[in-house]
């Protein structure tokens, strides 16, 4: 894809100065920075299933998870993301506005970010070598996908439907298996026509 002229490259410092300042999140990718979209109600509704389900899981296991508003930095391709959840189990830090070791991320699939979501970033996470899961929520039906590395360092992908539990295994305190119905609770996916007013 080729880059408009008027993306101007910046250094990671200067990257990191504007987006403590910017109302919008911009994300960074060798150079570059990238504006978020706005996300959808099932988006926020879904990330918040999730996000309130590991976190209360966690507690007390020295490990936290993070929402959209925490940088994570993959030094290695001289980017930063905003994962929908992040967990990790790095130190705490009280002004670090990025995590660069996570073990578990999450991205609720929307159209616009969707392909970046499966190429991009499947092959920037994994270079992280923290890393077990990455999972991918779809919107619009009740499907999650987990890529999940083994012992020997492969990465396996399986892809979970209505019937499905989900199983994050990546979490130091043991599994989390959360059903469909914990992850798209209030979830409504066909609502009928709305009657036009008069």
Known sequence: MALPKELLKVSVEEYLAREEK???RHEYVAGYIFAMAGATD???VIAGNVHAQVRFHLRRSGCRVYTIDMK???EALDAFYY???MVTCEAFAAKSVFKSKPILLVEVLSPGTELTDRREKLSAYFKLKTLIEYVLISQD???VEIYRRDKRGKVQMYVLG???EVRF???PNGALTLTMDDIYEDVIFS???QPLED
């Open 169 to 171: 295994e990546s979490l």
């Open 191 to 193: 609502q009928p026509a």
């Open 72 to 74: 994570l930095r993959v």
């Open 83 to 85: 994962p929908h959840v």
């Open 162 to 164: 209505e019937s499905n």
């Open 22 to 24: 910017s109302e919008v």
């Open 42 to 44: 099932a988006h926020n």
């Open 141 to 143: 039906e009740r499907q």
